[in-house]
């Protein structure tokens, strides 16, 4: 019912910035919280930032200060700009939304690919 999409993704040099983004459709009404994460091979997917409805933003220390995501009234778009993009960073990023509550809900994109080089 909920369908998201990521896009911006790319190779970039370290140092360098990406802006992520993720369009949302179908039944978003109930959205609570959207936002990214990430997976690396072999590793576990982990929690890069995520926005709720009241606008609290909530930060992975790895990418806190050079990270900013946002989203737009209509829960419609969220985005992740990332800046001074290290190795470490090179992942594929995944799009998240949330319904919370008794009923609650998950939806994931398909992900788009980030490579920082050194």
């Known amino acids: 019912q909920v369908q998201l999409v990521e896009s911006g993704g790319g190779l970039v040099r370290a140092g360098g910035s990406l802006r992520l983004s993720c369009a949302a459709s179908?039944?978003?009404?109930?959205?609570?919280?959207m936002g990214w994460y990430r997976q690396a091979p072999g590793k576990q997917r982990e929690l890069v930032a995520t926005i709720s409805g009241g606008s609290t933003t909530n930060y992975a220390d790895s990418v806190k200060g050079r990270s900013t995501i946002s989203r737009d009234s209509a829960k419609t778009a969220v985005y992740l700009q990332m800046n001074s993009l290290k190795p470490e960073d090179t992942a594929v990023y995944y799009c998240?939304?949330?319904?919370?509550?008794?009923?609650?809900?998950?939806?994931w994109g398909q992900g788009t690919q980030v490579t920082v080089s050194s």
């Open positions: 179908g039944s978003i009404g109930s959205i609570n919280v």
């Open positions: 998240n939304a949330e319904r919370l509550g008794w009923n609650y809900r998950e939806y």
